[in-house]
């Protein structure tokens, strides 16, 4: 996965050289040029007319080279503009065609439109060749000047061929004031358009960082609960070995003796195996994730936007509410993501299981070197005579009556052992109809860091 992210991040940053994300090749470099020349054509309709009454100034202008730096980033500058110069052309003849005739059709009126775009092409390709590696300054630049020349040039041809009179002092002002204006409005689009995707790229990293670290949190609270199955492993490979020394020596059948001992074998067989899963898992979650320490409240973030995408995606009227007052370094974040992941997940399924709707609450105070977190819902409670049981592995309070499945109460045994083994606190829960609290109390010296980094607690195992 190392290697896959890696990937992922060359990717990222080719696609930000120059200070412009690329989208990718989606379809033909053909079908993109005319879809640019297209979208042209069509805005180029919304106008009005300067110097001439065959002049235009159009809005068009401005989205052709934001066109030609993001859909047109793949595409050859000056062939994606020859493409628009000939579809607004034909564009233009067809729409005099329909409101003149044909008889009022006159084509060769159209050809200095078409100059523009051909001329516009030309001096972008000149002065910006390789739009990879290029900056938003050089991008307005170029705007200015295509749009300037360009509008020059068509000016002149009109001029030349038709013969229409223009004051060039006046002229020279408007050309230039319409080529800062809407390359300044060029320079502006670019600028949102790169802010956007910017924050398209956090948003998908932070997405990442969250589904990355619920993985390691998965797997971090399965290899706490391996551990302690590997003990109980250990016993039980203990007293198959004395089971067997104790027949030898009560010289009972050989057949007992040596299948007391293969089941000692067995079972040592079983735990190699085991310890070698649990070894490649803690590999990989040292190498995915190497987030010394985090801070509380960010983790509260990440149980937040989880939490909040769960009842989405169930489509529950869930509401969950944070009220947490401090904010601490924390070493044992994957241990206390698991705690509180849990308790959330039980109080969501609580409710999912009664009325659909309800309201989940996850608060924390300190009181005298102890955090106290609280995770209460307003759910169908649990009834009295099943409170001391909820802890028990294997025991649930939760049965689908549709399917049959039986939650087994993993999670809750999970998170006592978690509390009371791994952080030295306690747990404890008290239920009525309508209101659900688990309580959990940890020593401060077991989670939390100074600010100047100084750890408060021992390293654990």
């Given amino acids: 996965m190392q290697g896959e992210r890696k990937v992922r991040e060359t990717e990222r940053s080719e696609q930000m050289d120059g200070g412009f994300l690329r989208r990718p090749l989606e379809f033909h470099p053909v079908r993109r040029s005319a879809l640019i020349g297209a979208t042209v054509a069509l805005l180029s309709q919304f106008y009005f007319n300067v110097l001439s009454s065959d002049f235009r100034i159009s809005i068009a202008v401005v989205l052709l080279p934001v066109l030609l730096m993001t859909m047109g980033a793949q595409i050859h500058s000056l062939s994606a503009c020859g493409f628009t110069a000939l579809i607004v052309f034909l564009f ?3 729409v005099s065609l329909l409101l003149h005739g044909p ?23 000149l002065q910006i060749p390789n739009k990879r590696f290029t900056s938003l300054p050089r991008v307005f630049a170029a705007a200015f000047f295509c749009d300037l020349l360009a509008n020059a040039a068509e000016l002149l041809f009109r001029a030349y061929f038709f013969g229409a ?4 002092e006046n002229a020279s002002l408007v050309l230039f004031l319409v080529a800062l204006l809407r390359s300044a409005l060029v320079l502006l689009i670019l600028v949102m358009d790169r802010q956007y995707r910017e924050l398209q790229v956090r948003h998908e990293q932070e997405s990442r960082y969250q589904r990355l670290f619920l993985m ?13 199955n590997s003990e109980e492993i250990e016993r039980v490979m203990g007293n198959a070995y004395r089971l067997s020394e104790e027949l030898r020596a009560q010289e009972l059948p050989d057949e007992m003796q040596r299948r ?7 079972v040592h067989e079983i735990k190699k195996d085991y310890l070698r899963i649990m070894r490649g898992l803690e590999e990989t979650a040292a190498n995915e994730y190497d987030e010394d320490h985090i801070r509380f409240r960010d983790l509260m973030e990440i ?13 529950l009227d869930i509401r969950l509410i944070f009220d947490c007052r ?13 705690v509180l992941k849990n308790l959330v997940g039980n109080a969501i399924e609580a409710i999912e299981g009664d009325r659909r709707r309800g309201v989940i609450m996850v ?24 409170l001391g049981k909820i802890f028990r592995l294997g025991y649930s309070t939760k049965f689908d009556e549709r399917t049959g499945n039986i939650y087994r109460g993993v999670g809750l045994a999970g998170v006592k052992n978690m509390v009371e083994d791994h952080f030295g606190g306690s747990i404890e829960v008290q239920s009525e109809p309508g209101n659900t609290c688990f309580t959990v109390r940890i020593p401060v010296g077991a989670i939390a860091y100074t600010d100047e980094g100084r750890a408060v607690h021992g390293e654990r195992t």
Wanted: proline letters at 3%; one cysteine or more.
């Fill in 326 to 338: 401090d904010d601490f370094l924390t070493r044992e974040h994957y241990a206390l993501m698991t």
């Fill in 303 to 315: 149980l937040d936007a989880t939490s909040n995408s769960v009842l989405r995606e169930k489509k």
């Fill in 92 to 94: 233009r003849v067809l």
């Fill in 103 to 125: 008889a009022g059709v006159k084509v060769y009126q159209q050809l200095p439109g078409a100059l523009f775009y051909l001329c516009y092409g030309l001096l972008f390709k």
């Fill in 165 to 168: 009179a223009i004051n060039s």
């Fill in 216 to 228: 390691i949190t998965g797997l971090k609270s399965e290899l706490y609960l391996m551990r302690k």
């Fill in 363 to 386: 608060s924390e105070r300190k009181y005298d070197g102890t955090y106290e977190f609280k995770v209460s819902d307003n759910g169908p409670g649990i009834l009295p005579r099943k």
């Fill in 260 to 266: 007391a001992l293969d089941i000692a074998r067995d």
